[in-house]
């Protein structure tokens, strides 16, 4: 089990991250199993939930799949309860599922209704869900982290739009911000991650070479972020080491933002 000479920095904690199937969901299942934590692997695919809660097993880890919509209120209900049934408690909620569709998630002048309301329902709804009823049982261990995933796109305009995406995004500043003043007197923290354009399975099949190409040019670090990198941000806000911070933004896009 990974230490980093400060012991395992989530002992004791139940973690239950969505979208855990792949990329950045998947990165923080293994990275938070290795320090301790037993997660709750919620997607929608079986075959991908069952893969990462593998690959956590193999790492040294504890973790439960649960399958469902993070788009449905009854799904995360259900998910959430079967990880506490499962595990005794709730922790740290890391908001991470989301989607990326560049094809269809365009300007708004080019984006359909039913696209758009998708778009919203994952991205931005699905946390709703999550929150409303993950919670209850946070405040009943005592307290906890609530962990978002938002976007670079929500603090900058691109001339490759995305309304839907940006704006899911941009309204997840908000309810961070909300969220972290409501709970804060129940031990509850909330902060959100932005990251930049990171080497996910999402971003593949946007990713030709020459776009590739482009998007390192514009980054001052000169790469593209590995979904480790981002992983390694939220297990720092899912560990007591950030018992201090709440409602706060983290920019993790090599420097872009800054220029």
Request: charged share 20%; hydrophobic share 45%.
């Amino acid at each position: 089990m990974a230490t980093n000479g400060l012991g395992p920095r989530l002992k004791g904690k139940v973690a239950f991250i969505t979208g855990a199937g792949m990329g950045m969901g998947r990165e923080a299942s293994v990275l938070f199993g290795t320090h301790g934590a037993r997660v709750v692997v919620a997607d929608l695919n079986k075959e991908a939930a069952a893969e990462t809660v593998s690959l956590v097993k193999k790492a040294g880890g504890e973790a439960l799949p649960v399958l469902g919509d993070v788009a449905v209120e009854a799904d995360v209900r259900r998910m959430i309860a079967e990880g506490v049934e499962a595990f005794g408690a709730l922790h740290v909620l890391y908001n991470n599922a989301g989607v990326l569709w560049k094809d269809r998630d365009r300007s708004v002048l080019e984006t359909d209704e039913a696209q758009w309301d998708r778009v919203m329902a994952i991205n931005l709804k699905s946390v709703f869900w999550a929150t409303k009823h993950g919670i209850p049982h946070l405040r009943r261990a005592g307290g906890g982290s609530i962990i978002n995933v938002g976007s670079v796109s929500a603090l900058a305009g691109f001339t490759r739009a995305q309304d839907a995406y940006t704006s899911a995004k941009g309204a997840l500043i908000s309810l961070t911000k909300s969220l972290a003043i409501q709970f804060a007197k129940d031990g509850i923290r909330c902060n959100i991650i932005h990251p930049g354009i990171v080497d996910t399975p999402m971003q593949a099949p946007y990713l030709t070479e020459a776009l590739r190409q482009e998007f390192q040019a514009g980054i001052p670090l000169g790469r593209i972020a590995h979904p480790r990198e981002i992983a390694y941000v939220a297990l720092f806000l899912a560990s007591d080491e950030s018992s201090f911070m709440t409602g706060a933004e983290l920019v993790v896009d090599g420097g872009f933002t800054a220029q």
